[in-house]
Structure formats: structure tokens, C-alpha cells
């Protein structure tokens, strides 16, 4: 069995020996494959390099020319970069401008919107005084509190009535100062913050009345709305004596309460008042003022939120003008730099140079990378040499190593007996635990058995139990019957008091009814005593009345005897002639008069006559301005259609000249102006551009002094629609070469017959088709000017 083993191990490192120098024979075949294929590439990086450097004149200056635009380009970057300037910020300010605006007029139509829906909660005065502080002037009471639920609208709306569009000013001097010098332009009531004292209802009043009717189900008018502190005054002028209820039933209770008595109002507007009327109907429009009022106050609030956030993007846009017109040329200035660059690169990489010298780059990476797998096979071949010595050091001490081998399996076997002597010892030990086990199992038995003998004695003492159970159960049923009849005798008890509690309360009602109408009977018979007490002093006042009209008027007495008589002129009986009624007609007619006064304008009569001529005045005037503004639309459509001939005959004439000029300045090349596709000249005009009978898609595509060329040709064209006198060009040619300097003197001299042109030049060209030309020189340190006519030259 050794001797197998040894064989099968010499067989091993013998098949490793000649892999290995299998892989030695195929690196020395790499690496001359290497080797040819890296002398082949050095032959040929010569060649290239010999042919490259004959022909890298024009090439070099080439690329000299593009680093020389990329440092400048590189330099523009750094310009843009120290500016500072954000363009996608800017953008993003300029679109939220846009948006803020539109937000911005149709908050702004919506307030106005709603104002002229509300012309009674303008104010317009005029200033009393030069230093007069409007601020003093609060305005109208219904714009200077806020309703907290909505469903209030109406029931505050009627409770304050007329006193809504009165005015809250600061003081007593500034209602005198705006009623005598401040000419308002409607009739107006003021309010004086420091003579305006309010009623509050009082805290015991309003305790009854939730006694009455819940506290849920009446509110004191001031708690349903907010304000300023400082205007609490003048609110409970306004609000401060009326209560607020959800509805009639509850505001009748309220209202007509004996301590109560107070004002009340309900959600839908009906009016309770303690005298005794009730004032209502149909809703109509109530409550739309302060619901118009609410909207109108959000929108504001709104507006001016968007228009302080509009301000200040303006602000931030002014501030970043200068900067951003620096940042715009500069980075036309860069765009165009680095375009030019990217042409030339193109123009170098499509050259035979530029193809050469990637030839050569790519030769250089290859030897390069030839060169490294070289060096690598070489280390490879070390490390195979080197196993080759080792495998041939191994077959030689193939015996020793099995000697050495057959050492340490004998350790091995001794390891083993001695773990197996210690396992030995632990199943002995374990044979003695079980032993042990099996005595603890006989003792558990035992007990088991005395446990099931107990179980025995516990069910027979839980059946001795149940018997105990039912029995017990049988006298909680008996107890629960005669629980039952008691509790059927508390209810017919309970029945019987309510039945009394009904009827106590009825006496005890019927009681207080009795005394209400027992202090009403009092109050009647007082009054009724007061009246008599009145009824007599008021004969006393009319005897005397009568002696005095009888000392003044003789006529009465002389007349006296024809009154009742209807030919006479006195055609009244006497018996008609009731004072207690005409009394009472009178009062009648002058408490509907005081309530009229709160709602309607006493003096409405006498301002219709003005209000109507003033109203037929002012639609006289719209008619005059309904008739300007037809003959203005009609003016309006004549300038419009003239301004559309006047500009198609000048885009005619201009982009003639245009064409000619430009063909002018570049022989073979042709310029133009026209409309976008599917636009109109009304909506713009594009240049375009044509070498031969090929037109450019855009102005990029040309180089810096064509598109210098094109906009002198167009500046030119403009200019010869409505020719000057007299022009004055300042080194217009200075970026043009020698051709083009002398087509621009051409070219003045072909199309400019009717003007003077003063050029101002360097380059002899110009100078060609000049009739006077001024040359300066510096001489001894002056500056002298010479003339030269045409002739002279």
C-alpha cells in the first residue's frame, strides 16, 4: 500500500514537471511573437514620425491657434464664474414673476370687482388740513370686524342695521375737522372713538336667558365676531344691546322674558324687540353685504401678500440687471469662442496630419502595451523556472518525504488510543447515570400512583359538592322571584310620582302665570293712573291752550257757530273729532317715522330731483363717449391698416437694398429678410443668408466677419429707407480684410448718392473711393491735419 502510494506520487510530480515546461515552451513562443510584433511597430513609429514632422507647419499653427482660443475661451469662463450670476435662478424669478403677475391682475380685478358691488363701504373725502393723518379715519364699521362663522352673516347684518355703514374715527376733533372742511361725498354718520360709549348686555341678563334657552341657543352679537381692542367702544354702540338666537321660538322666550326683556335677533333675520314687534319676512339679500365684505377682505389680504412677494422678486431682478446684461455678453462672447473652437477641431481631425498623428499615438500604445506583456511573460517564466527546480528537488526525496510521512501517522495512531481510552471513561460514567435514571423512574411511579388514589377521593368529595351547588341554585331562584315583585312595585311607584311630579309642575307653571299676570295687572293699573294723571293735565294745557288761541285768533269766536258746516269751509263733526286717537295716530305715525329714519334717507326726496339730472347728465356724457369710442375704433382700424402698408413697403424696400448691399460688400453671396414659417411679417423677420444657391439654416454657421458683414448690410439698409445727409463711420473695417474694406467704399459709393458720408479708417482701400480725404500725423510733437482732394491724390 506505501509502495502505491509512493508511485502514485511520483507519477503526480512528474505530470506537474512537464505542464510546467509545456508552459515554458509556450512563453518563449510568446514572447518572441512579442518581440517581432514590438519591432515591427518601432519600424513603422519611425516612418511615421519622419513623415510627420515634414508636413507639421501648418498643423502646429493650427493647434497653436485652438489652444490659444481655448485659454481665451477658459478665461471668458472665469469671467461668467466671478460675476456671479445665476441663470437658472434668474429664469426660475423671471417664470415666477410672470405667474405673479397674472395672480396679481386677477386679485387685483377682483377687489375692484368686488368694490363697485359695494360702493356703500367707500369713504371718500377730501383732505381737511395739509398735515391731516388719514390714519385718524378708520372706516366703515362693517369693514373693520370679522363674522367667525359664516351662518352669522344675516342675523348681525339686521341687528346692526343702518349702524353698519357708519364711520369710526379716532376722536371728536376729526369728525369736526371732515364734516366741516372735509366735504364727504355722501351723507355719513361719524363715530368718535373718545365720545362713543356702547351698551353691554349684562352678565345676569345673559345668565337668565340660557336658563331659558340653553346656552347654545343664545349669543351675546359682540361674541360672533372679532376687532381691534381699540374699536371696542364703538362695537358695542353697534352690537352691544342685541343678542343672537338660532330661531323664533327660542328668541320669543328670550326676548319676551320678564328678565330678560333685551333685543334679539335670529339667524334668518326676524327681529324681537321688547316693546312688542316682531320685525321680519322674507331673506332677500341679507347677509350678502358681509359675506361680499369677508370675500372681498380675503382677497385683499391675498393681494397685498402678492404684491409685497411681487415687489420684492422685482427688486431682486433690478438689483441683478447689470450683472445679468455683463454675464449676457459674456457668454455669447464664450458660446461663440467655444463654437469657432469646436469647427476647428473638426477641420484638425478631418486633416491627413491629424490622421497621422493618431496613428502614431495608437502605434506608441500598442509597443507600449507589447512591451508590459513582455516583461510580464518574463516574471511568468522566472516563476515557472523556479517550480521546475522544486519539482525536480521533490522526485529526488520522494523516499525521505514517505519515511517522514509514516513518522507521523504512528503519532497519530498514539493520539487516537489515548482519545479513545477518555471516551472509554465517559460511557462508563454514563452507564452509572442511567443506572441512577432508572431508580428516579420506579420512585416517580410510585408516586403516580398514590396521585391517581387522591384523584379518586376529590371527585367523589366535587359530586358531594354539586349536590350542595344545586341547591343552593334553587334558593337564588326562589330569591330572584321575590326580587322580581319588589322591583315591579318600585316601578308602579315611580309611575305614580312622576304622575304627581307632572301635576305639581303644571300648579307650579299655572302659579307663576298667576303672578305674571297679577304684576302685569299692577303695572296695567299704574299706567292706567298715569294716563288719567296725563288725561288732566293735558285738559288743564288744552283749556289754557283754548283761551289763548281764542285771545289770539277773535275770528274763532265770530267764526265759531259755522264749524261742522261743510259750504263754510269747516266741514268736521265734532263728534268725529277724537283727540285720544289723533294722539295715537300721531305717536304711531312718529315711531314709524323714527324707524324709517334708521333705514331710509329722510332727504331721499329732495336729492331725486338732483340724483335724476345728475343721472341723465351722466348718460348724455357716456353717450358722447360711446360715439368717441366708435369713431375711435374706426381711426383705430385706419392707422392699423396704414401701419401694415407702411411696414410691408418698407420690409420691400429694405430687404431689397439689404440683398444688393450685402451682395455688394460679398461678391456671390445673397442676404434677405423673411417671416418665420407660417408667421407674418407682423410677427417677425428672420435674416437669411445664402453663398451661391445654398442658403444657411442659421447665422452660426458663418464665420465672425460674415456675420460683421450681414449686420452692417442690414444697419446700412435700414438707414438708406429714409436717408440722412450726413453719416459718420468710426473703423467700421477694422475686423475686415483688405477685399472686403474695399467693397465697403463701393458699396457706399453705389447706393449712398444722396448723402455725405465722414469715415474715419486705417487701411489705404477705404481711401479709393473718397472725394476728400484728411490725413493726421504727429510732427515735433504736434498734431497736424492735411487736406487732400480727390485731384491731388
Same mark, same amino acid.
Given at each position: 500500500?506505501?509502495?502505491?502510494?509512493?508511485?502514485?506520487?511520483?507519477?503526480?510530480?512528474?505530470?506537474?514537471?512537464?505542464?510546467?515546461?509545456?508552459?515554458?515552451?509556450?512563453?518563449?513562443?510568446?514572447?518572441?511573437?512579442?518581440?517581432?510584433?514590438?519591432?515591427?511597430?518601432?519600424?513603422?513609429?519611425?516612418? %511615421?514620425?519622419?513623415?510627420?514632422?515634414?508636413?507639421?507647419?501648418?498643423?502646429?499653427?493650427?493647434?497653436?491657434?485652438?489652444?490659444?482660443?481655448?485659454?481665451?475661451?477658459?478665461?471668458?469662463?472665469?469671467?461668467?464664474?466671478?460675476?456671479?450670476?445665476?441663470?437658472?435662478?434668474?429664469?426660475?424669478?423671471?417664470?415666477?414673476?410672470?405667474?405673479?403677475?397674472?395672480?396679481?391682475?386677477?386679485?387685483?380685478?377682483?377687489?375692484?370687482?368686488?368694490?363697485?358691488?359695494?360702493?356703500?363701504?367707500?369713504?371718500?373725502?377730501?383732505?381737511?388740513?395739509?398735515?391731516?393723518?388719514?390714519?385718524?379715519?378708520?372706516?366703515?364699521?362693517?369693514?373693520?370686524?370679522?363674522?367667525?362663522?359664516?351662518?352669522?352673516?344675516?342675523?348681525?347684518?339686521?341687528?346692526?342695521?343702518?349702524?353698519?355703514?357708519?364711520?369710526?374715527?379716532?376722536?371728536?376733533?376729526?369728525?369736526?375737522?371732515?364734516?366741516?372742511?372735509?366735504?364727504?361725498?355722501?351723507?355719513?354718520?361719524?363715530?368718535?372713538?373718545?365720545?362713543?360709549?356702547?351698551?353691554?348686555?349684562?352678565?345676569?341678563?345673559?345668565?337668565?336667558?340660557?336658563?331659558?334657552?340653553?346656552?347654545?341657543?343664545?349669543?351675546?352679537?359682540?361674541?360672533?365676531?372679532?376687532?381691534?381692542?381699540?374699536?371696542?367702544?364703538?362695537?358695542?354702540?353697534?352690537?352691544?344691546?342685541?343678542?343672537?338666537?338660532?330661531?323664533?321660538?327660542?328668541?320669543?322666550?328670550?326676548?319676551?322674558?320678564?328678565?330678560?326683556?333685551?333685543?334679539?335677533?335670529?339667524?334668518?333675520?326676524?327681529?324681537?324687540?321688547?316693546?312688542?314687534?316682531?320685525?321680519?319676512?322674507?331673506?332677500?339679500?341679507?347677509?350678502?353685504?358681509?359675506?361680499?365684505?369677508?370675500?372681498?377682505?380675503?382677497?385683499?389680504?391675498?393681494?397685498?401678500?402678492?404684491?409685497?412677494?411681487?415687489?420684492?422678486?422685482?427688486?431682486?431682478?433690478?438689483?441683478?440687471?447689470?450683472?445679468?446684461?455683463?454675464?449676457?455678453?459674456?457668454?455669447?462672447?464664450?458660446?461663440?469662442?467655444?463654437?469657432?473652437?469646436?469647427?476647428?477641431?473638426?477641420?484638425?481631425?478631418?486633416?491627413?496630419?491629424?490622421?497621422?498623428?493618431?496613428?502614431?499615438?495608437?502605434?506608441?500604445?500598442?509597443?507600449?502595451?507589447?512591451?508590459?506583456?513582455?516583461?510580464?511573460?518574463?516574471?511568468?517564466?522566472?516563476?515557472?523556472? %523556479?517550480?521546475?527546480?522544486?519539482?525536480?528537488?521533490?522526485?529526488?526525496?520522494?523516499?525521505?518525504?514517505?519515511?517522514?510521512?509514516?513518522?507521523?501517522?504512528?503519532?497519530?495512531?498514539?493520539?487516537?488510543?489515548?482519545?479513545?481510552?477518555?471516551?472509554?471513561?465517559?460511557?462508563?460514567?454514563?452507564?452509572?447515570?442511567?443506572?441512577?435514571?432508572?431508580?428516579?423512574?420506579?420512585?416517580?411511579?410510585?408516586?403516580?400512583?398514590?396521585?391517581?388514589?387522591?384523584?379518586?377521593?376529590?371527585?367523589?368529595?366535587?359530586?358531594?359538592?354539586?349536590?350542595?351547588?344545586?341547591?343552593?341554585?334553587?334558593?337564588?331562584?326562589?330569591? %330572584?322571584?321575590?326580587?322580581?315583585?319588589?322591583?315591579?312595585?318600585?316601578?308602579?311607584?315611580?309611575?305614580?310620582?312622576?304622575?304627581?311630579?307632572?301635576?305639581?309642575?303644571?300648579?307650579?307653571?299655572?302659579?307663576?302665570?298667576?303672578?305674571?299676570?297679577?304684576?302685569?295687572?299692577?303695572?296695567?293699573?299704574?299706567?292706567?293712573?298715569?294716563?288719567?294723571?296725563?288725561?288732566?293735565?293735558?285738559?288743564?294745557?288744552?283749556? /289754557?291752550?283754548?283761551?289763548?288761541?281764542?285771545?289770539?285768533?277773535?275770528?274763532?269766536?265770530?267764526?265759531?257757530?259755522?264749524?261742522?258746516?261743510?259750504?263754510?269751509?269747516?266741514?268736521?263733526?265734532?263728534?268725529?273729532?277724537?283727540?285720544?286717537?289723533?294722539?295715537?295716530?300721531?305717536?304711531?305715525?312718529?315711531?314709524?317715522?323714527?324707524?324709517?329714519?334708521?333705514?331710509?334717507?329722510?332727504?331721499?326726496?329732495?336729492?331725486?330731483?338732483?340724483?335724476?339730472?345728475?343721472?341723465?347728465?351722466?348718460? /348724455?356724457?357716456?353717450?358722447?363717449?360711446?360715439?368717441?369710442?366708435?369713431?375711435?375704433?374706426?381711426?383705430?382700424?385706419?392707422?392699423?391698416?396704414?401701419?401694415?402698408?407702411?411696414?410691408?413697403?418698407?420690409?420691400?424696400?429694405?430687404?431689397?437694398?439689404?440683398?444688393?448691399?450685402?451682395?455688394?460688400?460679398?461678391?456671390?453671396?445673397?442676404?434677405?429678410?423673411?417671416?418665420?414659417?407660417?408667421?407674418?411679417?407682423?410677427?417677425?423677420?428672420?435674416?437669411?443668408?445664402?453663398?451661391?444657391?445654398?442658403?444657411?439654416?442659421?447665422?452660426?454657421?458663418?464665420?465672425?466677419?460674415?456675420?460683421?458683414?450681414?449686420?452692417?448690410?442690414?444697419?446700412?439698409?435700414?438707414?438708406?429707407?429714409?436717408?440722412?445727409?450726413?453719416?459718420?463711420?468710426?473703423?467700421?473695417?477694422?475686423?475686415?480684410?483688405?477685399?472686403?474694406?474695399?467693397?465697403?467704399?463701393?458699396?457706399?459709393?453705389?447706393?449712398?448718392?444722396?448723402?455725405?458720408?465722414?469715415?474715419?479708417?486705417?487701411?489705404?482701400?477705404?481711401?479709393?473711393?473718397?472725394?476728400?480725404?484728411?490725413?493726421? /500725423?504727429?510732427?515735433?510733437?504736434?498734431?497736424?491735419?492735411?487736406?487732400?482732394? %480727390?485731384?491731388?491724390?
Amino acid at each position: 500500500m506505501n509502495r502505491g502510494d509512493d508511485g502514485e506520487a511520483a507519477a503526480t510530480l512528474a505530470d506537474q514537471l512537464m505542464q510546467t515546461k509545456r508552459e515554458i515552451a509556450n512563453l518563449d513562443t510568446e514572447t518572441a511573437k512579442a518581440k517581432m510584433k514590438v519591432k515591427h511597430c518601432k519600424d513603422e513609429l519611425v516612418k %511615421k514620425e519622419s513623415e510627420a514632422s515634414k508636413k507639421k507647419g501648418n498643423y502646429e499653427n493650427d493647434v497653436k491657434l485652438v489652444e490659444r482660443m481655448e485659454n481665451e475661451a477658459a478665461r471668458l469662463k472665469r469671467d461668467l464664474d466671478a460675476i456671479g450670476f445665476d441663470e437658472q435662478s434668474s429664469e426660475s424669478m423671471m417664470s415666477e414673476r410672470e405667474n405673479l403677475r397674472k395672480e396679481y391682475d386677477q386679485l387685483r380685478y377682483d377687489v375692484n370687482s368686488l368694490e363697485n358691488k359695494l360702493p356703500q363701504i367707500h369713504f371718500n373725502y377730501r383732505k381737511p388740513t395739509p398735515d391731516f393723518d388719514h390714519s385718524r379715519v378708520k372706516g366703515p364699521v362693517c369693514t373693520l370686524f370679522k363674522v367667525k362663522d359664516p351662518r352669522n352673516y344675516t342675523a348681525l347684518e339686521v341687528a346692526a342695521s343702518g349702524r353698519l355703514y357708519n364711520i369710526i374715527v379716532a376722536d371728536e376733533e376729526t369728525a369736526k375737522l371732515i364734516l366741516e372742511k372735509g366735504r364727504p361725498e355722501k351723507r355719513c354718520t361719524l363715530l368718535p372713538l373718545d365720545k362713543i360709549r356702547g351698551r353691554e348686555i349684562d352678565p345676569r341678563v345673559l345668565k337668565n336667558a340660557q336658563s331659558i334657552v340653553g346656552r347654545d341657543n343664545v349669543f351675546p352679537a359682540l361674541d360672533l365676531i372679532e376687532f381691534d381692542p381699540s374699536l371696542t367702544e364703538a362695537m358695542k354702540y353697534v352690537f352691544g344691546d342685541t343678542m343672537i338666537c338660532p330661531n323664533m321660538d327660542c328668541a320669543k322666550k328670550v326676548t319676551f322674558a320678564r328678565n330678560v326683556a333685551t333685543r334679539t335677533v335670529t339667524l334668518d333675520g326676524e327681529v324681537f324687540d321688547p316693546s312688542g314687534t316682531l320685525t321680519g319676512g322674507a331673506i332677500g339679500g341679507k347677509g350678502a353685504v358681509l359675506s361680499s365684505i369677508d370675500q372681498l377682505m380675503k382677497r385683499k389680504s391675498t393681494f397685498s401678500r402678492v404684491k409685497s412677494t411681487l415687489m420684492e422678486i422685482e427688486r431682486k431682478l433690478d438689483s441683478m440687471h447689470a450683472s445679468k446684461q455683463q454675464y449676457t455678453q459674456l457668454k455669447q462672447q464664450y458660446d461663440l469662442r467655444s463654437h469657432e473652437i469646436e469647427l476647428l477641431k473638426d477641420r484638425l481631425k478631418s486633416t491627413n496630419q491629424h490622421l497621422l498623428l493618431e496613428e502614431i499615438e495608437n502605434l506608441k500604445q500598442t509597443i507600449a502595451e507589447n512591451e508590459q506583456s513582455l516583461q510580464d511573460m518574463v516574471d511568468r517564466k522566472k516563476t515557472a523556472e %523556479k517550480k521546475v527546480k522544486e519539482l525536480e528537488s521533490k522526485m529526488k526525496n520522494t523516499a525521505s518525504i514517505r519515511e517522514r510521512e509514516l513518522q507521523e501517522a504512528e503519532k497519530a495512531l498514539e493520539k487516537a488510543k489515548k482519545n479513545f481510552e477518555k471516551t472509554k471513561k465517559a460511557a462508563s460514567e454514563r452507564e452509572q447515570a442511567v443506572s441512577f435514571l432508572k431508580m428516579e423512574i420506579d420512585e416517580l411511579k410510585k408516586s403516580l400512583d398514590n396521585y391517581a388514589q387522591q384523584l379518586t377521593e376529590v371527585d367523589s368529595k366535587i359530586e358531594a359538592q354539586k349536590a350542595e351547588v344545586d341547591e343552593a341554585s334553587k334558593a337564588v331562584d326562589e330569591a %330572584k322571584e321575590v326580587v322580581d315583585g319588589v322591583q315591579e312595585e318600585i316601578k308602579k311607584l315611580k309611575r305614580l310620582i312622576n304622575e304627581h311630579s307632572s301635576e305639581i309642575a303644571r300648579l307650579t307653571k299655572q302659579k307663576e302665570n298667576l303672578v305674571r299676570e297679577a304684576e302685569e295687572m299692577k303695572l296695567s293699573i299704574k299706567k292706567h293712573q298715569h294716563e288719567i294723571s296725563q288725561i288732566e293735565n293735558e285738559g288743564k294745557d288744552a283749556s /289754557k291752550s283754548i283761551q289763548q288761541l281764542l285771545k289770539k285768533f277773535t275770528w274763532i269766536n265770530e267764526e265759531k257757530h259755522l264749524f261742522g258746516e261743510e259750504s263754510a269751509g269747516y266741514g268736521f263733526k265734532r263728534a268725529d273729532f277724537n283727540p285720544e286717537e289723533l294722539e295715537d295716530r300721531i305717536k304711531r305715525l312718529q315711531d314709524d317715522k323714527n324707524k324709517l329714519s334708521k333705514t331710509v334717507n329722510m332727504r331721499a326726496n329732495i336729492m331725486l330731483g338732483d340724483k335724476e339730472k345728475e343721472a341723465e347728465e351722466l348718460n /348724455k356724457k357716456r353717450q358722447i363717449i360711446e360715439n368717441d369710442k366708435k369713431k375711435l375704433l374706426v381711426y383705430m382700424e385706419d392707422v392699423d391698416k396704414k401701419k401694415k402698408d407702411a411696414l410691408k413697403d418698407a420690409w420691400e424696400k429694405i430687404n431689397k437694398d439689404f440683398g444688393n448691399i450685402f451682395t455688394t460688400l460679398l461678391p456671390g453671396a445673397n442676404a434677405k429678410l423673411m417671416p418665420p414659417e407660417g408667421k407674418t411679417i407682423m410677427e417677425g423677420l428672420e435674416v437669411k443668408v445664402a453663398f451661391g444657391d445654398v442658403w444657411k439654416e442659421s447665422l452660426t454657421e458663418l464665420s465672425g466677419g460674415q456675420r460683421s458683414l450681414v449686420a452692417l448690410s442690414l444697419i446700412l439698409a435700414l438707414l438708406l429707407y429714409n436717408p440722412a445727409p450726413i453719416y459718420i463711420l468710426d473703423e467700421v473695417d477694422a475686423a475686415l480684410d483688405q477685399s472686403h474694406t474695399t467693397n465697403i467704399g463701393t458699396m457706399i459709393k453705389k447706393h449712398f448718392t444722396n448723402s455725405q458720408f465722414i469715415i474715419v479708417s486705417l487701411k489705404d482701400d477705404m481711401f479709393n473711393n473718397a472725394n476728400v480725404l484728411f490725413r493726421t /500725423k504727429f510732427v515735433d510733437g504736434c498734431s497736424t491735419v492735411t487736406r487732400f482732394a %480727390k485731384g491731388d491724390r
